[in-house]
């Protein structure tokens, strides 16, 4: 069943509520306008994309991201920024934009260097608190396929303003138990998707953050 595709984000959206995912994934009848804090993450991605591919110089406003960045710069290896990668229904590696691809994903810096490779993700978030390694799995299994040299893999989520650092290694043959949970939670997309049955699940976001004001569960609708 290749007829949808998915990312990192899109089934943490269908885990978190199906119903939520339904209207906002595949009716789109409501969209998320962007918040203040996803435009200032966007800025500030750019901003280190530039520096570290093209060394353009640093914004001020965002000084204080240079000496993380030179950490990463001094690191031997090819650098690739904002790496866009891409993988087939049979897990086989692909470009991002290809017709058969099934999953997407965009790691925003991936250093190679013969057998080792390192996946980072910056984060702009106030806290490290209730960050999961989830999107630091999903895209080292991606790099294994993208960089069949590769053995291990160092990745992190980088919070630039907090200055945490959330880390998980994988070793390549991690890979058939570490995908088993994604294919599982594909799985679950599969049926939804095929029954066309969406349910909704209540979670934190229902009272104040989520869009879907006519559910009956939404805080703000009642
Ligand atoms: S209010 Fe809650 S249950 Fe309803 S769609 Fe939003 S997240 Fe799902």
């Given at each position: 069943m290749t007829n949808y595709t998915w990312s990192y984000s899109s089934i943490d959206l269908f885990k978190q509520c199906p119903y939520k995912y339904y209207r906002l994934?595949?009716?789109?009848d409501i969209v998320e306008p962007p918040t203040d804090a996803i435009m200032y993450g966007k800025d500030l991605h750019k901003a280190a994309e530039d520096y570290v591919r093209d060394g353009t110089p640093i914004p001020n406003k965002y000084d204080f991201i240079k000496p993380t960045l030179d950490r990463l710069l001094a690191i031997e290896g090819e650098k690739l920024c904002e790496y866009k990668m891409g993988l087939r229904y049979d897990l086989s590696a692909c470009g991002?934009?290809?017709?058969?691809?099934?999953w997407r994903g965009v790691a925003d810096l991936v250093i190679v260097k013969d057998d080792k490779a390192y996946v980072l993700d910056y984060k702009t978030g106030?806290?490290?608190?209730?960050?999961?390694?989830d999107q630091l799995e999903i895209l080292s299994l991606a790099v294994f396929k993208h960089f069949?040299?590769?053995?291990r893999v160092k990745a992190g989520l980088l919070?630039?303003?907090?200055?945490d650092f959330v880390k998980a290694n994988y070793d390549e043959d991690y890979q058939s138990s570490g995908w088993s949970k994604w294919v599982e939670r594909t799985k679950e997309l599969e049926g939804a998707i095929k029954n066309n049955v969406w349910i909704k699940k209540p979670n934190f976001t229902c009272r104040k953050f989520c869009k879907i004001i006519d559910c009956e569960h939404n805080g703000r609708a009642h």
């Open positions: 994934r595949v009716v789109k991002f934009f290809d017709k058969d691809v099934w106030k806290t490290a608190k209730y960050a999961t390694k069949p040299q590769v053995k919070f630039v303003v907090s200055k």
